[in-house]
């Protein structure tokens, strides 16, 4: 169950990445934050993103053209 869950459907990169940011830095660390987002482009930038700033992408699934994101705040 995530703490945060953040809608990005329909928005192109990076405003995902911008988005999660936001909530992210909202979040406690160990914190969980849930992203949806639709553009296929935020597969691998959400990933890059996460891994850079020191969190930890829990789980990336896609559901009928969305991508749900599970995201632990390090």
């Known amino acids: 169950m995530a703490d945060l869950v953040i809608d990005a459907r329909g928005l192109s990169c990076p405003m995902p ?3 999660a940011k ?3 830095d909202s979040l406690q660390k160990g914190q969980k934050l849930e992203l949806i987002a639709t553009d296929k482009g935020s597969v691998n930038d959400v990933q890059a993103w ?6 930890e992408v829990l789980s990336v699934e896609e ?3 969305e991508y749900h994101f599970r995201i632990k705040k390090g």
């Open 22 to 24: 936001k909530g992210i």
């Open 50 to 55: 996460a891994k850079q700033a020191g969190h």
């Open 63 to 65: 559901k009928n053209g």
């Open 17 to 19: 990445i911008v988005k």
